[in-house]
């Protein structure tokens, strides 16, 4: 191990709305990587046979499940709209310091509605 | 003191390149499961109707596709995740290789079920 200090220096900067909308991303995508064999399970299960069908929609429709659902739900719009932004970042898009406060903003904002609106369909 | 590290590989632009790539595809293909399972959970679709959906040939590609999307993006996303918080080798690497290793075998897995529909 080397003596260095990591990055990022969280006691040092300042926290900002960027930085949020940056570490968000990172822990939706961790949210989603573990959706990865729940999506699998979940398809396995309704496409085997008619029993098993059952058994998995029951499934589904528990509490534990539906918040499952709500929270990869909630990931995966956070995660697709700043992905978006990311790639718009790319080519050079919005790269302005009130471009980027105000599109990290906005992203955060579409994760609290998508929050509130899978919370009344599903919860 | 034995320095922690590999030389740099020089593949770190392909890695950013296939995240990309992967993202777009995602974008693409991602909207259809998710409004699917929707349906399901409220009830507008049966297992007759997923089934045939999912049976189809142009689906079965483009799920095919996706879930080559996902694997990619989730296996460099965790990469990158490991580079930046496990900074020993010895558990990055065995940790890198696993993760690697899942990948492959859900992703035959899951390509051996779409194509039994």
Redesign the interface.
């Known amino acids: 191990m080397t003596q260095r200090p990591l990055s990022p220096r969280l006691s040092i900067y300042r926290w900002h709305v960027q930085a949020v909308a940056s570490i968000a991303h990172r822990a939706s995508g961790l949210v989603l990587v573990f959706a990865i064999p729940f999506y699998l399970y979940v398809l396995s299960g309704l496409t085997g046979d008619a029993a098993s069908f059952e058994s998995t929609m029951s499934a589904l429709q528990s509490t534990l499940s539906r918040l499952l659902v709500w929270l990869i739900g909630v990931a995966l719009v956070y995660h697709f709209a700043n992905g978006i932004r990311f790639l718009c970042l790319d080519m050079g898009l919005g790269e302005s310091r009130e471009m980027l406060r105000m599109s990290a903003k906005a992203m955060l904002a579409i994760a609290g509605v998508a929050a509130v609106v899978l919370a009344a369909v599903l919860l | 003191?034995k320095?922690?590290y590999l030389g740099a590989a020089g593949n770190g632009f392909g890695d950013w390149l296939w995240q990309?790539a992967s993202?777009?595809v995602?974008?693409l293909t991602?909207p259809f499961?998710?409004i699917l399972?929707?349906c399901?959970?409220g009830g507008c679709l049966g297992?007759a109707g997923?089934?045939s959906l999912?049976a189809h040939p142009f689906a079965k590609a483009a799920h095919s596709l996706l879930l080559f999307a996902?694997?990619t993006h989730?296996y460099l996303?965790?990469k990158l995740?490991m580079e930046?918080y496990v900074?020993?080798l010895a558990l990055r690497l065995p940790l890198l290789l696993a993760t690697l290793a899942v990948a492959l075998g859900?992703g035959a897995?899951?390509l051996a079920?779409i194509w039994s529909?």
Do not use: S
Request: proline letters at 6%; hydrophobic letters at 75%; a negative charge.
């Open positions: 003191m320095e922690d990309r993202a777009v995602l974008v991602l499961p998710f399972v929707l399901l959970l297992q997923l089934l999912l996902m694997l989730a996303g965790l995740i930046d900074p020993v859900a897995w899951t079920m529909w």
